[in-house]
């Protein structure tokens, strides 16, 4: 969840964009591993040969002229057995911080 206490855009963070920034970011690492890494096991279906991510909610904001002052997604990582979790939180993490870097609340 991202959250800001600012009053308006020009003092803090819109944390839709904070949001939906690191919501990109898991979504390239993610894809991109996927076109480097292939399970070597024999996994049903096939798909799942290869890591995934699914973001499944997202909500933030409560008008359309407003700056949202929290936001929050839920997401799935899906790994494969040539995966650590480490990893994966790893990457999540960067993603994570990069989003706070670039939008500072």
């Avoid at 591993?33 to 904001?61: C, E, M, N, W, Y």
Wanted: hydrophobic letters at 30%; aromatic letters at 8%; a neutral charge.
């Amino acid at each position: 969840m991202v959250k800001s206490t600012a009053p308006c855009p020009t003092e803090g963070a819109d944390t839709i964009r904070a949001t939906t920034q690191c919501e990109s970011c898991l979504y390239e690492k993610v894809e991109y591993d996927s076109k480097l890494k292939k399970s070597r096991h024999p996994i049903i279906p096939f798909s799942a040969t290869k890591p995934s991510i699914v973001i499944g909610f997202l909500q933030g904001g409560t008008w359309a002229n407003t700056v949202a002052d929290r936001a929050e997604f839920w997401y799935v990582r899906r790994l494969i057995p040539e995966e650590t979790l480490e990893n994966a939180r790893e990457e999540i993490n960067t993603c994570l911080h990069k989003a706070q870097r670039d939008n500072p609340t």
